[in-house]
């Protein structure tokens, strides 16, 4: 299941917002031309790097990875031991330009649209690397981080990104979907969660 309406409509609406940018710099009337030029150009930016993040990772193999949480003395254990499937997993690349306001609506949007957030095994909260800015009490759930001695991260693209990802793990250790959660396109947030929560998390409990 990949959440194909959702990159539909990733796509419908990058193409809307460039025949709107046309038809804007098509009238002679506004006098901050150079402004709009640049609003224009940052949207289709923002929303070409959504659609893409919606894909890159997709169907790439998660290896049993070694974590650990503060909460728990800092133990290294294995990342599938903490988790059930499929599972949604908030995934934070640690880089020195992380957003960390865009971690907090990516966290905050999930507990929104998943009133048992704090204690649901299907969701996770995990890091690139340890960093003290992520607390667990603070977010109501624990922060693990990857423990590793080369290069910290996954080994996908978005370890590369100073977004959070939310990432769809099957029960084949697969990432079925991947998702920028940006604030600028809140309403896409919004339907992405509750596609994931009704068509995966719903269907997946009614099966056992």
Do not use: W
């Amino acid at each position: 299941m990949r959440l194909r309406s959702t990159n539909i409509i990733l796509m419908l609406l990058l193409v809307g917002v460039i025949i709107s940018g046309i038809i804007l710099l098509s009238k002679k009337k506004h006098s901050n031309l150079n402004e709009k030029l640049s609003i224009f150009y940052h949207q289709v930016e923002l929303l070409e790097n959504l659609v893409k993040s919606t894909n890159e990772s997709n169907l790439i193999q998660i290896a049993d990875t070694k974590v650990s949480c503060k909460t728990q003395n800092q133990q290294i254990s294995n990342f599938f031991d903490h988790i059930s499937l499929p599972c949604l997993v908030i995934y934070i690349p640690v880089l020195k330009e992380n957003c960390l306001s865009c971690v907090d609506f990516a966290i905050n949007k999930a507990k929104t649209h998943f009133k048992d957030f704090e204690i649901n095994k299907q969701i996770m909260i995990l890091s690139s690397q340890y960093n003290s800015q992520f607390k667990s009490r603070v977010y109501g759930k624990e922060v693990f981080h990857i423990v590793s001695d080369f290069d910290p991260g996954l080994g996908i693209p978005a370890d590369s990104l100073p977004f959070p990802q939310y990432l769809l793990i099957n029960n084949n250790h697969q990432i079925i979907s991947s998702f920028m959660p940006k604030i600028q396109y809140e309403d896409l947030v919004d339907n992405y969660l509750t596609n994931l929560k009704r068509r995966v998390f719903v269907r997946n409990s009614t099966s056992n």
